[in-house]
């Protein structure tokens, strides 16, 4: 059983690894951070304790191993339909599977203390999974106006969901971010 898993979510290049990175290098103060009002929320510290896992990772490694195609950051776009192809028949067999994958993937360093941070929360059922074997799931999203709003509707199944976390960009204020997530218009901001 997992100890903590951090679920982020967020459109296509919004920043949720670059959420992670910033966090282990002090870099936060780049993001303004928004918690769920009332809640104890010292969370973002813990992420610096954390191995981080990319959901699409499991997906590359999985079409890798079926086709022998080898994919890199420079050749990734040429393969994307396929891979979103993979993902949604994997889905619609076994919902839970590739989050499933990504858990099965984690390292530990400290068998005392399981946590992972997984990058590419886009279902609800991957919440709920998360739940069945984690003591403590937080939830995060990023949002950056400058992004395109994506049409994949895969994209838009977490617009509804109110996440503990709201991470904006520094161009971003909340009421922007709320005029796309009014879920977190009571939202706090954090101070570090």
């Known amino acids: 059983m997992f100890t903590i898993i951090v679920l982020m979510a967020g459109y296509r290049r919004t920043g949720k690894d670059t959420i992670y990175t910033h966090i282990h290098s002090g870099k936060v103060y780049t993001w303004t951070v928004y918690h769920r009002p009332g809640a104890q929320m010292d969370y973002p510290h813990i992420f610096l304790k954390m191995p981080k896992v990319e959901m699409s990772k499991a997906v590359i490694a999985e079409y890798e191993t079926?086709?022998?195609?080898?994919?890199?950051?420079?050749?990734?776009?040429?393969?994307?339909?396929?891979?979103?192809?993979?993902?949604?028949?994997?889905?619609?067999?076994?919902?839970?599977?590739?989050?499933?994958?990504?858990?099965?993937?984690?390292?530990?360093?400290?068998?005392?203390?399981?946590?992972?941070?997984?990058?590419?929360?886009?279902?609800?059922?991957?919440?709920?999974?998360?739940k069945s074997v984690a003591k403590l799931v937080i939830t995060g999203r990023v949002y950056r106006k400058e992004v395109p709003i994506p049409d994949n509707p895969e994209e838009h199944a977490l617009d509804n969901f109110a996440t503990d976390f709201l991470?904006?960009?520094k161009n971003t204020t909340l009421e922007e971010a709320c005029e796309r997530f009014p879920q977190y218009r009571n939202y706090v901001k954090v101070s570090f």
Do not use: H
Request: proline fraction near 3%; charged fraction near 30%; glycine fraction near 4%.
């Open 66 to 130: 079926m086709t022998g195609n080898i994919i890199t950051d420079e050749n990734k776009e040429v393969y994307r339909n396929d891979l979103i192809q993979l993902a949604e028949n994997r889905k619609l067999t076994d919902p839970s599977y590739w989050i499933r994958k990504a858990l099965e993937s984690v390292e530990y360093t400290n068998e005392k203390y399981r946590m992972c941070y997984i990058s590419g929360f886009r279902f609800p059922i991957e919440y709920e999974y998360s």
């Open 167 to 169: 991470f904006i960009g």
